[in-house]
């Protein structure tokens, strides 16, 4: 059973920074793709960083720049440094993984992050 714990919302202003963590278990970070979403009130969830099995990463152009995803394979976690953050950067922050030798995708519930002007 693949399970994902995130941690490190909170509220700060803007320009600030956070850091978030996804913790993983049932699974390796290492050989599986690992993604954050987010989704602010009254929108879609949308995508923000992927880091994929092979290491490679991808941000959402608005992000880009600001956020790094990165993998702690010892710890099984993915965490997402997040920098000069704007109050559109305001949402509940989802992991997501995607395992690879079967393709299943598994979410976290989510974590809140509020910034302020």
């Known amino acids: 059973q693949v399970q994902l714990v995130e941690s490190g919302g909170g509220s700060v202003q803007a320009g600030e920074s956070l850091r978030l963590s996804c913790s993983v278990s049932g699974t390796d970070v290492i050989s599986a793709h690992v993604a954050w979403w987010r989704q602010a009130p009254e929108h879609q969830r949308e995508f923000v960083a992927i880091?994929?099995?092979?290491?490679?990463?991808d941000y959402a152009n608005a992000v880009k720049g600001r956020f790094t995803i990165t993998r702690d394979g010892a710890r099984n976690t993915v965490s997402l440094q997040m920098s000069s953050l704007k109050v559109e950067d305001t949402a509940v922050y989802y992991c997501?993984?995607?395992?690879?030798?079967?393709?299943?995708?598994?979410w976290g519930q989510g974590t809140q992050v509020t910034v302020s002007s």
């Open positions: 880091i994929s099995k092979t290491g490679a990463t």
């Open positions: 997501k993984v995607v395992t690879t030798h079967i393709v299943l995708e598994y």
